[in-house]
């Protein structure tokens, strides 16, 4: 048998594991695998494909069981700043302000947990975000689980810190209240910006049962601080029963797009995409994905399930479709596993974070 492996690999190169500083693994191509004793061994070319540059790379499947290791997201290494990084996961674990069922301070660790499916390359677009940018995990912020108004101001640090790198920061929250801190932090940096906005609500209260920040809340405080460019907001796919006959009438006074559900129903979303990357332009813009614009059939596990939503084939569409668009920050929110013992909703939540990734500015495509 050692015989047989010694000549397989005498005769073809592969792509194989081997070990970084920090013990994660690292995939190069133009690798020779052979055997020592019964270690493989690996002789590592330090080169990406078209580039002189190194990038992490998660570990693949075919070399290290995903049930194996520390459970970061897509398994990717993990590092305590953003420093050097051209994009960066990280978690905001908090429940806070949230209205109805709570767990989304889980969401972060269940995301991470189920993104060990996550692969490589995009097999849909061709994209190769491991060759494209340098990404890691940097963890959670350390958010203050008894006082809302202290996390936000938390979360806003934090992000001052990322985007100050030049790191694009890709979200995984936590409700939905974190968009109101960490777009403050976005504005600073970029002055208003554009927002593509998928969720079953329109997250614009302005004061629920006297408190005026909150999970449904964010969008109303960021108009009135002016971190947003209102004429380049889109809100996708809100639905439900409201507390009035129009619940959509304030975003559409501001001057937002606003598609309701029953436009997006039985159809695919490329062409409203495109519309959307035309009312966008060049200018920076955040996307910002809650669970439950989700039809709850899918993904059970967040907080306020609305039924009659899209489908995981319209949140792939949308993420796809802001290919293009200068991105400077995401986030996936409200993921609450209590509510989905099956962690599919989690899953979810993972690829669409994967699909972020990969639409993200100087990506590159095969």
Known sequence: MLSRWRNLNATRAVISPCFTAAGFFSLQPQQTLSLCGDRRVSRVNPNRKCSGKRYNVPPSAEFVARVSGIPTMAKLPYQETADGLDAAFVGVPIDTGT???????????????????????????????????????????????????????????????????????????????????????????????GLVHVDAHADTSDVVLGEKIGHGTPFRRCVEEGLLDCKRVVQIGLRGSGYSADSYEWSRAQGFRVVQVEECWFKSLAPLMAEVRAQMGSGPVYLSFDIDALDPGFAPGTGTPEIAGLTPIQGVEIIRGCRGLNLV??????????????????????????????????MKYY
């Open 99 to 193: 209205s109805n069922r709570p767990g989304a301070r889980f969401g972060p660790r269940q995301i991470r947990v189920e993104s060990a499916m996550l692969r490589a390359y995009n097999s849909g677009t061709r994209a190769a975000p491991y060759e494209s940018l340098m990404v890691a995990d940097i963890g959670d912020v350390n958010v203050n689980v008894y006082d809302l108004k202290d996390t936000c101001k938390r979360i806003r640090e934090a992000y001052r810190k990322i985007l100050a790198t030049g790191c694009i920061p890709l979200t995984m929250g936590g409700d939905h209240t974190i968009a109101y801190p960490i777009l403050q932090a976005v504005a600073e940096k970029y002055g208003p910006v």
């Open 329 to 362: 920050g995401c986030d996936l929110v409200e993921v609450s596993p209590p509510y989905d013992t099956t962690g599919n909703t989690a899953l979810t939540g993972a690829n669409l974070l994967f699909e972020m990734l990969c639409v993200l500015p100087k």
